[in-house]
């Protein structure tokens, strides 16, 4: 029952939420048109005539079929936040991931900047920095980053399945300790739904058969934390995802890129 209600769903948010525009008004032009031509023809007189029969069935369909439609959509429409605290990390090494346009001078700033080199420093300018001093720097730099305790290890953005199943925002992996590592979501937003849990998946594209269970989905909307399993290797994990385990539907995930070695 489940798998039906699993292809029925995946089958609303692939191709009815997509087309919701065109589909509607024809749905309503049949409806319309289906009652217009049984109130002409009639067809509602046996109800009436047997009307305690009609209720003796009617009652006990209404009865099941509420409480089940409910428990199954309800979901999709509910909202939850939690706002968890983030243990301190460096955060600068996540604008390495991504393209940096401005951070490119235009043609001329940098032609510009060839003249000026090309034309001599002056004698006031600092002495350059030497590959002894740079080396000093990067292992203060690391010295200080070390004292922080937790090191950011890959991050992602997350993304819905389809049109219906959204999801959004940023996932870290962060080294909390040494060989000790949380998944954290942050700015994050997904559809929501029955039986929903994150996993970790070596798949970067989302899910797979062997992902981790890190536990059931806190909230659809805010920041929070999974721990991940010291008995895992992380390096081979490779998104992070939000998985119905009820029906067998992605909702989301997030291909992990990895920022520190």
């Not at 692939?14 to 087309?19: H, K, R, V």
């Not at 870290?172 to 300790?177: A, Q, R, V, Y």
Request: glycine share 8%.
């Amino acid at each position: 029952m489940e798998e039906i209600f699993g292809e029925l769903e995946r089958f609303g948010s692939e191709f009815i939420y997509p087309n919701r525009w065109i589909i509607l008004p024809i749905l309503i032009v049949l409806i319309v048109g289906a009652l217009a031509a049984a109130w002409r023809l009639r067809l509602y007189q046996p109800l009436v005539d047997h009307k305690y029969i009609t209720a003796g069935i009617g009652i006990p369909l209404l009865a099941i079929a509420i409480p089940v439609g409910w428990y199954l959509l309800s979901p999709l429409w509910e909202r939850s936040f939690l706002e968890e605290a983030a243990p301190e990390f460096d955060r600068s090494a996540v604008a390495t991931t991504v393209p940096d346009e401005e951070s490119t001078p235009p043609p001329a700033t940098a032609a510009r900047a060839t003249a000026a080199s090309d034309a001599g420093a002056s004698a006031t300018e600092p002495p350059a920095t030497t590959a002894a001093d740079a080396s000093g720097d990067a292992t203060a730099s690391a010295a200080e980053a070390d004292e922080g305790g937790a090191q950011l290890y890959a991050f992602g953005e997350w993304q819905g399945s389809d049109d219906f199943h959204f999801a959004e925002g940023k996932a870290f992996i962060i080294e909390t300790e040494p060989g000790v590592y949380i998944l954290r979501v942050e700015e994050f937003s997904v559809r929501n739904g029955p039986d929903l849990f994150v996993y970790l998946s070596r798949n970067p594209d989302g899910w797979e058969e062997e992902a981790i269970n890190l536990g059931d989905l806190k909230a659809t909307d805010g920041a929070f934390n999974y721990e991940i399993p010291s008995d895992i290797d992380i390096e081979e994990f490779k998104s992070a995802v939000v998985w119905c385990r009820r029906f067998a539907v992605l909702f989301g995930h997030a291909t992990l890129e990895i920022v520190t070695e």
